[in-house]
């Protein structure tokens, strides 16, 4: 008894000291065996390193951070030859799993964590879609200013026209539909800034409590209230 007593006691100080994390990022990168994985997150402009691991011939790893609001965080990977890759995810407290290749670090990437993420993938695999499609037609109104083709120029201009304004039609109605996440601001802040005022304010001001107190939410409102300052003084 006196020896499970013991045991008891040691088990129960090993958990209490065991510190609890916000935010717990594991996962592997299969076929890298030499090289340093960094936890990072935007402070003040600049990117920061909050964690890092480094990988000796066990491609599986586990970081660590504090997180007191959901944001965007970074996985960042540099190897010993030099070569660099960095891969972004929406954070949210608890466990985050990235799976990914040294091959293709950024595009073999699955990532399985927050409901902030899974929104996030959402709207960037539709954006994406648009953003192909706008590089062929930027290439073929090239070719035809190139061979000095006005016409077909200026037809390719308004379809590209047409189709930038389709895809901001995406990107608001997509905030509207997801006004109680956090990634709506945090969208609006990379994919919309260049918005009318209105446009912001509707989506601002639609936009749950919670998600009015994260750190996007917080920076829309400066945002916000920066263009109307220079609006007004314009």
Do not use: W
Not at 50 to 65: A, K, Q
């Amino acid at each position: 008894m006196k020896k499970i007593s013991i045991l008891l006691v040691l088990l129960l100080a090993f958990s209490c000291g065991k510190k609890e994390h916000d935010l717990t990022v594991m996962g592997t990168v299969k076929g890298l065996k030499k090289g340093t994985i960094f936890l990072q997150r935007v402070s003040d402009t600049a990117l920061v390193a909050l964690d890092s691991v480094s990988i000796l011939g066990d491609s599986r790893f586990e970081l660590h951070s504090e997180l007191s609001t959901p944001e965007m965080y970074y996985l960042y990977l540099y190897k010993n030859d030099n070569s660099e890759n960095q891969l972004s995810f929406f954070a949210d407290k608890g466990i985050t799993e990235v799976n990914t290749t040294l091959k293709n670090f950024v595009a073999d990437a699955k990532i399985n964590g927050s409901k902030q993420q899974e929104v996030l993938t959402e709207y960037n695999k539709m954006i994406k879609q648009f953003n192909d499609k706008s590089l062929d037609l930027i290439k073929a109104n090239f070719e035809a200013q190139k061979a000095q083709n006005k016409i077909l120029a200026d037809s390719l201009q308004v379809v590209m026209d047409r189709y930038n304004n389709s895809r901001f039609k995406y990107a608001l109605n997509f905030t509207m539909n997801h006004l109680d996440s956090e990634v709506t601001p945090y969208i609006v802040l990379s994919d919309m800034y260049n918005a009318n005022i209105k446009a912001l304010d509707t989506i601002y001001n639609n936009l749950d409590d919670k998600v009015l107190k994260s750190k996007y939410g917080l920076d829309l409102k400066k945002f916000i209230e920066d263009v109307k300052l220079k609006e007004t003084t314009e």
